[in-house]
């Protein structure tokens, strides 16, 4: 019976950290289908490496380099992946519904009163292609437009320059602005370069981000707006759907697609605000704004 019940206890690798509260709340998901259908020892291995030799039986990643991902595909095991920052995987993925994202971002700017919109990404943190795209062409669909931020170039490393090209651009913006940051990493950044600057958040510029990881959003002044991630859902439903895919012989590869819904968006003091276009409410550019005090030392 002992060695029965060995040889049924599934392992299960997954192949991302839990550093961000949306891979954190991941792993919770796959958790919870494992404690459901029993038999299975979830392990963290960060490389195929790690893995190559063991006696696993699926995996599922949350990719964001090709590289790395073929370096997955390469050990033939049923593979789901969590990610949508790569395209043409062709693996089972259950990912984001980036539209629906977009859609919340739009929907609470514009409950605002804002009319000026921009988005900000950076190579320097991997966000979702889609993320942009999908918030300019909702803002497309109502005649509007969104600016587009600079792009750091790939010597900058340390943005020793870009930083600099950031403020001015922020500086530049017609305000009121409503500005969609990647994730709250991005946001908080960008929060604090308009407190460096003397641009006032939110009646200045307002920034939302995705993801609500409190250790971001909390620990910037003002604190960061945004919008939760199904963190949780995509991790049962990808446990589910590698299930599926290790009970099924010859374990073919597909591209098949699942989007899951966010869950909803998270109201803080970076977007706490009522846009207005007066030049002495909205703080039109050029007009000297009072600084905020950020509650800081030195």
Aim: aromatic share 10%; glycine share 8%.
């Amino acid at each position: 019976m002992r060695l029965f019940a060995f040889i049924m206890c599934r392992t299960i690798s997954l192949t991302f950290g839990h550093s961000t509260h949306f891979e954190r709340e991941i792993w919770i998901g796959v958790r919870e289908y494992a404690q459901s259908v029993k038999g299975w020892s979830m392990v963290f291995r960060p490389e195929p490496e790690s893995i190559a030799g063991w006696p696993f039986h699926g995996l599922i990643t949350h990719a964001v380099d090709s590289r790395e991902m073929q370096g997955w595909l390469a050990l033939n095991l049923p593979i789901v992946d969590t990610s949508n920052v790569l395209s043409g995987v062709k693996v089972p993925r259950v990912v984001v519904d980036e539209a629906h994202v977009a859609r919340l971002a739009v929907a609470h700017f514009r409950e605002r009163g804002f009319r000026n919109f921009a988005y900000f990404s950076d190579s320097i943190h991997r966000a979702p292609a889609g993320r942009g795209e999908e918030f300019t062409r909702v803002l497309a669909g109502d005649g509007l437009e969104c600016t587009a931020p600079p792009r750091r170039k790939k010597n900058d490393k340390f943005c020793r320059v870009f930083h600099f090209e950031v403020v001015e651009w922020l500086r530049s913006l017609q305000r009121p602005m409503a500005v969609f940051a990647a994730n709250d990493d991005v946001a908080g950044w960008l929060i604090g370069l308009c407190r460096n600057a003397k641009i006032r958040v939110p009646e200045d510029i307002a920034i939302l981000g995705v993801g609500d990881d409190e250790f971001y959003c909390l620990n910037s002044f003002p604190n960061v707006s945004s919008i939760a991630l199904p963190g949780r859902k995509i991790g049962y439903e990808a446990a589910r759907i590698l299930h599926q895919a290790m009970n099924r012989s010859g374990r073919k590869k597909n591209g098949s697609l699942q989007v899951i819904p966010s869950a909803h968006l998270v109201t803080r003091h970076s977007t706490d605000v009522y846009a207005l276009e007066h030049p002495i409410v909205g703080g039109a550019p050029g007009m000297a704004s009072t600084p905020q005090d950020d509650g800081c030392i030195g």
